[in-house]
Structure formats: structure tokens, C-alpha cells
């Protein structure tokens, strides 16, 4: 069996080879991480443009409610309106 042996110069070379190593994989994940960030700004960008779209869409919703009343009104209105224009033609086209 033989022994190799190791110098302390082999050693730090090994650990700034793996300090190296680890440096390289944060500096990968950080660079995804911006893009993600960057992404995901762009998606919010996008998200509060269509809010403002939705919430011009929407603001007149509250008038509606006084449409209901006022449709009420309109077909007691057409009843009344239709009975006339029965009574008017009655018998209206028949010979006598």
C-alpha cells in the first residue's frame, strides 16, 4: 500500500477549488433570481395596466342598481300603453 502524501499548499488549493466551485453556483442563482424578479415585474406591470382597464369597465356598475326601479315603472307604463292600442283596435279590420 502506498501513501501519497498531501502537502498544506495541496489542500488550500483544494478548498479554493471548491470555494471557486461555489462561488460560480451562487453567482448562476443570483442571476436567475433577477431574471425571475425582472419577469415577474413585467407581469405586474401588465397585471395593474389591466386592473386599470377592468376598473374603467366597472365603474359605472353602481348606476345600474337604479335601473331595476325605473324598469318597474317602464313596463307598468307598456301594459297600460298596450291596453290602449287594444282598445283602439278592436274590431279593426273585420267587415261588418
Do not use: C, H
Not at 77 to 90: I, K, R, S, W
Amino acid at each position: 500500500m502506498t501513501v501519497v502524501a498531501v502537502s498544506g499548499d495541496t489542500y488550500w488549493t483544494i478548498a479554493l477549488a471548491i470555494g471557486l466551485g461555489a462561488a460560480v453556483v451562487v453567482a448562476v442563482l443570483l442571476v436567475l433570481l433577477v431574471l425571475n424578479v425582472a419577469k415577474i415585474q413585467r407581469s405586474v406591470e401588465n397585471l395593474l395596466e389591466t386592473a386599470g382597464k377592468v376598473g374603467a369597465n366597472t365603474a359605472s356598475i353602481p348606476q345600474l342598481e337604479a335601473t331595476a326601479p325605473v324598469l318597474a315603472l317602464i313596463v307598468e307604463e307598456a301594459v297600460v300603453q298596450d291596453g290602449y292600442m287594444n282598445a283602439l283596435t278592436d274590431g279593426f279590420g273585420t267587415t261588418p
